[in-house]
C-alpha cells in the first residue's frame, strides 16, 4: 500500500512539473475516450427512445398511407385521386383476423381558445379504437363513444401539453374550450406520452371524432383519410397482416396485377430499423475513432514514458542505491502511466459528455448518460496506461543500479 | 579480534567483467577485514579497481568468486532484491557526484531511504531533520539541490547516507568534485562523525593528502591489495573559518 502511495505521490510531482508534455500526450487518450462515452451515450439513449417510441406509439402498429410509394422511405407524393377512406378501415377491421384494432385518422391544425388562452396545436380525428391502437392510456375521463362519433359530437380528449396551455390547476373535465370557431366539451386527459424520439412532442395534440374533425374543422365531404392506424394481434403477425392487408386495399382499389399500389403500409420495425441503422452507423464511427485514438494515446503513453525513463535513468540509479527495489521502481513508472492516462480520460469524460450531449442536440436525438460511462473511461483509460506503460516501467525496473548511476 | 566487530570481511574476492568476447579480471583476490569504528582510505591508480571494490561492498554488484561477509551476513550470491535491502539497512553511499534528486528539497532527499524502507512520514521527518542537523544543514531543509553549493550538497548526500543508521558509511571519491577549501570541510565532518559517533567510513581516493586524513590506508593495484597498514598519525582536516556552518565550527 504505502509503495502505490508514495508511487502516486511520486508521479503527480512528475507530471505537474511536465504538464505541457504530460497534455499533449494525454491528447489521444482524452479523444478516445470521449468518442467512447459519447458513443455510449448515444447506444444508451437509443434504446431507452427506442422503447419509448414503442410503448408511445403503441405495439405491433401499421400504417397505411395513400399515395404511391416512389419515393421510399418518406411518404410519397399524394395521388390527384384519393385513395385512403374508412369504408377500407371498416374493412380491414371486418376482414383481417390477424388485426386487432383499426383507426382511421385526418389530422388538422387549430387554435385552441379557453377564456382569454389560445393556443396552436394539432388535431386528430379518429375513433374510440385510435387509444387502443396507440395504447394510449386516459389520465382523467372517459373516451368519447361510437354514439358521439355517429353524431359528430363536440367531444375531445387533449393531451398533457394542451391541458397546461389552457388550464392551471383545474380539472378540464366537462369544461367547454373553442377549436376553431366550434365549442368543445373535453371529456378526457390524455397520459402523458413524452418526447418522441425525432423530437416531437406526443402531448401536444387533441383527439376527437372523426366525424366532427370533417365537418367542422376540414370540411372535406366523403369518407377520406390521411392514413389508417392498425394495430396487429400478435408480433408474429405482423408480416401476415401486412400482406393481407396489402391484398385486400389492392383488391378494394381494384389495382391491377402488376401495377403499383396506391397506398403505402409501413410498420414500427421499419421505422425503427431505419434509425437504428443510421445510429448504428454512426456508433461504429464513433467507436472506430475511439479506438484509433485510444491506440495512438497508448503509444503517445508508452513512448513518453520511455523517454521519461530513460531521462531519469540517473534518479533511479540513485533509488536503487539507496534501497528501492525493482518492484518499487516499476510501480513508480506503472502508476505515473496509469495516472497520466487517467487523467486522460477523465478529461475525455468531460469532453464525451460534452459532445454527445451537443451532438444528442443537434441531431435531436436522446443521450443518456449512465455511471456506467464514467467507469467505462476509468476503465479504458486505467488500462490503457497499464498496458502501454508496463514495458517502460519494466525497463526501468531492470536497470542495474552502477550502470543508471553512470548514465550522462 | 571479536568477529563481531567485523563489518566487511573479504575472501578472496574476484570480479570479472565481460564485454562481448572481452573478459576482464577487475578484481583479482581480494581478502580484506574492516571493523567497526575504523576509518579507512583505500587508494591507487586509476583503473586498478577501487570503484569496482566499493560497488562490491555497498551490494550494489556481486563478486565473481569468493566470499563476502557485510555485517556476518554472507551477501554474496544475495539477489537482486535482497541486496537492495542489505543497500537499505547497513549501508550509506556517497558518491563523488553528490547523486541528489534534483528539483527536490534537502529534506526530502534525506528522507528517501526512510521511505523505502517504508517508515511513517512522521518518523521519516523526525529522522531527517536529526541527520540534516547533524551535518550542519539544518537551515537548508528546503534547498534543492541547485540553491546549494557543492560542499553543501556533499553534506547533504552524507546525511542522506547516515539516515538510516548504516554499518558502513561508502565514500566514493566523495571530494572529487570539490574545491580544496570544500574538501577540508567535508573531510573535517567525516572526522567528526568518525571521531564523535564512531562511524565506520570507507572512503576511496587518489588524492594522498585526503588519504591521510584516514587512520588506515590501503593501496590496491592492479585488482589486488598492494598494501594495508595503519596510519598512526591522521592529519586533522581544518575547517576553514568563514564555514557557514556554526555546529562545524563548534566541534572544530
Ligand atoms: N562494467 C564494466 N565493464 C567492463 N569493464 C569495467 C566495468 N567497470 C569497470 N571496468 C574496468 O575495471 C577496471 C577497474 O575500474 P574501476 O572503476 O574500479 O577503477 P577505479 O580504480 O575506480 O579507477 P578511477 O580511480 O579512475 O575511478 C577498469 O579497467 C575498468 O575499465
Ligand atoms: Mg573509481
Redesign the interface.
Given at each position: 500500500m504505502g509503495m502505490w502511495w508514495m508511487a502516486f505521490r511520486l508521479a503527480l510531482r512528475s507530471l505537474t512539473r511536465n504538464k505541457l508534455r504530460a497534455g499533449l500526450t494525454v491528447l489521444g487518450i482524452l479523444i478516445g475516450v470521449a468518442a467512447v462515452v459519447a458513443m455510449t451515450a448515444l447506444g444508451d439513449g437509443a434504446s431507452a427512445s427506442i422503447q419509448n417510441q414503442m410503448g408511445a406509439l403503441g405495439v405491433n402498429l401499421l400504417w397505411v398511407f395513400p399515395g404511391s410509394n416512389t419515393s421510399s422511405g418518406v411518404r410519397g407524393e399524394v395521388g390527384s385521386r384519393p385513395t385512403l377512406s374508412e369504408d377500407d378501415a371498416d374493412a380491414i377491421a371486418r376482414e383481417l383476423f390477424t388485426v386487432q384494432a383499426v383507426a382511421p385518422v385526418i389530422t388538422a391544425s387549430a387554435q385552441v381558445v379557453l377564456g382569454a388562452r389560445n393556443y396552436a396545436t394539432r388535431v386528430t380525428g379518429s375513433t374510440p379504437d385510435y387509444l387502443r391502437v396507440r395504447a394510449w392510456a386516459l389520465s382523467r375521463g372517459s373516451p368519447f363513444t361510437e354514439a358521439d362519433l355517429r353524431l359528430a359530437a363536440r367531444t375531445c380528449m387533449i393531451g398533457e401539453t394542451v391541458r397546461k396551455a389552457l388550464f392551471d390547476q383545474g380539472d378540464p373535465i366537462g369544461q367547454t374550450v373553442r377549436i376553431g370557431r366550434m365549442p368543445c366539451t373535453v371529456v378526457a386527459l390524455l397520459a402523458p406520452k413524452g418526447q418522441g424520439s425525432f423530437g416531437q412532442d406526443y402531448d401536444d395534440t387533441i383527439v376527437m371524432p372523426i366525424t366532427a374533425v370533417r365537418a367542422r374543422l376540414r370540411h372535406t365531404p366523403g369518407r377520406e383519410v390521411d392514413q389508417i392506424m392498425v394495430s396487429v394481434r400478435e408480433q408474429d403477425l405482423m408480416a401476415r397482416a401486412q400482406e393481407q392487408l396489402t391484398a385486400l386495399l389492392r383488391q378494394r382499389h381494384r389495382v391491377a396485377d402488376g401495377d403499383e399500389n396506391d397506398f403505402m403500409v409501413r410498420n414500427l420495425q421499419d421505422l425503427m430499423a431505419t434509425l437504428e441503422r443510421t445510429r448504428s452507423t454512426l456508433s461504429t464511427l464513433l467507436l472506430a475513432i475511439a479506438c484509433i485514438a485510444l491506440l495512438v494515446g497508448g503509444i503517445g503513453v508508452m513512448n513518453i514514458m520511455l523517454v521519461s525513463v530513460s531521462e531519469r535513468t540517473r534518479e533511479i540509479g540513485i533509488r536503487l542505491a539507496i534501497g528501492a527495489r525493482s518492484a518499487d521502481i516499476l510501480a513508480q513508472f506503472l502508476v505515473e502511466a496509469v495516472t497520466l492516462s487517467t487523467i486522460g480520460g477523465v478529461a475525455g469524460l468531460a469532453l464525451g459528455v460534452g459532445a454527445g450531449t451537443l451532438l444528442g442536440r443537434a441531431m435531436e436525438w436522446s443521450v443518456r448518460f449512465s455511471p456506467t460511462a464514467a467507469v467505462i473511461a476509468f476503465a479504458t483509460s486505467g488500462g490503457i496506461g497499464v498496458v502501454f506503460g508496463f514495458f517502460p516501467a519494466r525497463r526501468a525496473a531492470q536497470l542495474d543500479p552502477i550502470t543508471a548511476l553512470r548514465h550522462e | 579480534m571479536n568477529d563481531r566487530d567485523t563489518v566487511i570481511k573479504m575472501e578472496r574476492v574476484e570480479k570479472i567483467y565481460r564485454t562481448g568476447e572481452l573478459v576482464f579480471h577487475a578484481l583479482r583476490g581480494i581478502t580484506l577485514d574492516i571493523r567497526a569504528g575504523e576509518f579507512v582510505a583505500i587508494g591507487g591508480p586509476s583503473g586498478s579497481g577501487k570503484s569496482t571494490l566499493m560497488?562490491l561492498i555497498?551490494c550494489?554488484?556481486r563478486p565473481s568468486a569468493g566470499r563476502y561477509l557485510l555485517a556476518g551476513h554472507d551477501v554474496s550470491m544475495l539477489d537482486?532484491?535482497a541486496r537492495?535491502?542489505a543497500?537499505?539497512?547497513l549501508i550509506g553511499?556517497v558518491?563523488q557526484g553528490f547523486?541528489?534528486?534534483?528539483?527536490t528539497s534537502a529534506l526530502e532527499n534525506v528522507e528517501?531511504?526512510l521511505?523505502?524502507?517504508?517508515l511513517g512520514a512522521k518518523e521519516r521527518r523526525r529522522r531527517a531533520i536529526e541527520s540534516l542537523e547533524l551535518v550542519g544543514l539544518a537551515d537548508k531543509l528546503n534547498n534543492t539541490p541547485a540553491q546549494l553549493s557543492g560542499g553543501q550538497q556533499q553534506r547533504v548526500a552524507i546525511a542522506?547516507a547516515l539516515v538510516?543508521d548504516p554499518k558502513v558509511l561508502l565514500a566514493d571519491e566523495p571530494t572529487g568534485n570539490l574545491d580544496s577549501r570544500t574538501t577540508e570541510d567535508v573531510l573535517a565532518l567525516l572526522q567528526r562523525l568518525h571521531r564523535e559517533h564512531g562511524l565506520t567510513i570507507v572512503m576511496v581516493t587518489h588524492e594522498p593528502d585526503v588519504a591521510q586524513c584516514a587512520e588506515r590506508i590501503i593501496v590496491v593495484r592492479d585488482g589486488l591489495i598492494g598494501s594495508d597498514g595503519p596510519n598512526p598519525t591522521p592529519r586533522r582536516a581544518e575547517l576553514n573559518t568563514g564555514s557557514s556552518s556554526p555546529l562545524l565550527a563548534g566541534s572544530a
Open positions: - | 560497488n555497498g550494489l554488484d537482486a532484491d537492495a535491502f543497500r537499505n539497512r553511499f558518491f547523486n541528489l534528486l534534483a528539483r528517501l531511504p521511505a523505502y524502507r517504508g542522506r538510516t
